[in-house]
């Protein structure tokens, strides 16, 4: 839900915004040949388009927008959408979140280390992407950039570290016996590692 307010100029009659409709515009009755002129008070634009929220959110000035958050334990509710972050690439998100648990104890240690490795996988999917044939799982990742070397044994070693560090949340206690419970701290040079490596990928 996106609330707009202030004034615009529009062409016709009435203007049909991604398929609503009902804002009338007055024409200015000693200028019939320029564009029509409306106040536009209030308005609240629904989508689940993220693209066309964007593209909207750049035109507007400080718009208020509001999302539809679902919980089955506790009940969905709406809460304010950070418009910044969720214009960030995926990956730039993931390291925001990794410094930002750096100071603030905001996530579960398992979700933080969720975010170790799907860092890693990324800058190393992109980075090699010519070489991975689709292989998307880190730990295979890294056995094919040791069979192709393309990476330093010293790198190939930290990386591995860390896919341990990361692969039980990740992968579900199912697949793979759980790693010992961690706590922040243990975690925390773990995430400063990850931070620094991303660099040398």
Excluded: W
């Excluded at 809460?79 to 750096?102: M, S």
């Excluded at 949340?169 to 995430?191: F, N, Q, S, V, Y």
Aim: net charge positive; hydrophobic share 40%.
């Amino acid at each position: 839900v996106v609330e707009i307010t202030g004034a615009m100029l529009c062409k016709s009659a009435t203007i049909s915004l991604m398929g609503f409709s009902g804002l009338v515009c007055f024409r200015k009755p000693t200028l019939p040949e320029k564009p029509y002129f409306f106040n536009l008070f209030l308005a609240k634009v629904l989508t689940h388009n993220k693209d066309f929220l964007f593209i909207l959110a750049e035109k507007l000035t400080n718009p208020k927008v509001i999302s539809l958050r679902k919980d089955k334990i506790n009940g969905s509710k709406l809460i304010l959408f950070d418009l910044e972050k969720e214009q960030k690439l995926g990956q730039h998100q993931r390291i925001d979140d990794l410094e930002r648990y750096l100071d603030e104890d905001y996530c579960s240690v398992q979700d933080a280390q969720e975010k170790i490795r799907l860092c890693i996988e990324t800058a190393l999917q992109f980075k090699y992407y010519r070489y991975l044939n689709g292989i998307t799982t880190l730990g295979k990742i890294l056995d094919k950039l040791k069979e192709l070397s393309k990476i330093q044994p010293d790198l190939l070693k930290t990386l591995r570290d860390l896919n341990e560090v990361s692969s039980a949340p990740h992968h579900g206690e199912h697949k793979k016996a759980p790693l010992k419970e961690l706590t922040r701290a243990d975690l925390l040079p773990d995430i400063r590692k990850t931070l620094d490596i991303l660099e040398e990928i």
